[in-house]
Every structure is written in structure tokens, then in C-alpha cells.
Nanobody, 124 residues
Framework: QVELVESGGGSVQPGGSLRLSCAASGPSYTRNDMAWFRQAPGKEREGVAY????????YYADSVKGRFTISQDNAKNTVYLQMNSLKPGDTAMYYCAARRNVAPWDRVSTYNYWGQGTQVTVSS
């Protein structure tokens, strides 16, 4: 069984930074792919960033390229999302997700495991 626990959300002003963490437990082969998604009120869940934990391959949504960085610490079984230059449009609940099999990185339905989410609010 895989468990994902997010932390690090909060409220910041535009231009600020936050670092989200996703602590994972369970067999490593069940979480070869890990990703961050976000969902704003009234909108669909969308992919933000992805990392293949074996080959350190990463992908980003166009809206966050150059501002967000996904990384991992294998010793801690933790994936991070460093978010810089935050904008009001980044306000959402952020979710960590994991899956075993390869598929288009931002396809929500292909992820087997989800965290409970952490709220990010960007406002002046």
C-alpha cells in the first residue's frame, strides 16, 4: 500500500515562493512516476510537474515552466515542488500522485495513489 503525505502549502504574496513536499511510503516499484497536480475551485484537476523516479525525467505544464522545479530525495522517499514567482493564478489545492506504469504524464486517471492535498493561496 502506498501512502502520500503532502506538506508545505500556505498563503503568500505574488512573487513569493513555497516548497511543497510529498513523503511517500510503500514499495518503490509502485511509484516509478510521481507528479504534482492542482485543482482550483470550479476547474478540472491539472498536471503541474512530473518526475520519473528511476530516470530522473521531468515534465512541466507550460504555465509553470521556468518557475517551478520538481525534485526528489530518494533517501527520504520524498518528492518536492519548489514554486517561485508565484502568481494569483497558481492558487489551488495541490496534490501529489504516484503510479507504477508509464502513460502520458498529466493524465489524471492513470495515477493510482493520491495524497490528501495541500492548499496554496497567492494573494496580495
Amino acid at each position: 500500500q502506498v501512502e502520500l503525505v503532502e506538506s508545505g502549502g500556505g498563503s503568500v504574496q505574488p512573487g513569493g515562493s513555497l516548497r511543497l513536499s510529498c513523503a511517500a511510503s510503500g514499495p518503490s516499484y509502485t511509484r516509478n512516476d510521481m507528479a504534482w497536480f492542482r485543482q482550483a475551485p470550479g476547474k478540472e484537476r491539472e498536471g503541474v510537474a512530473y518526475i520519473n523516479t528511476r530516470y530522473i525525467l521531468t515534465y512541466y505544464a507550460d504555465s509553470v515552466k521556468g518557475r517551478f522545479t520538481i525534485s526528489q530525495d530518494n533517501a527520504k522517499n520524498t518528492v518536492y515542488l519548489q514554486m517561485n514567482s508565484l502568481k494569483p493564478g497558481d492558487t489551488a489545492m495541490y496534490y501529489c500522485a504516484a503510479r507504477r506504469n508509464v502513460a502520458p504524464w498529466d493524465r489524471v486517471s492513470t495515477y493510482n495513489y493520491w495524497g490528501q492535498g495541500t492548499q496554496v493561496t497567492v494573494s496580495s
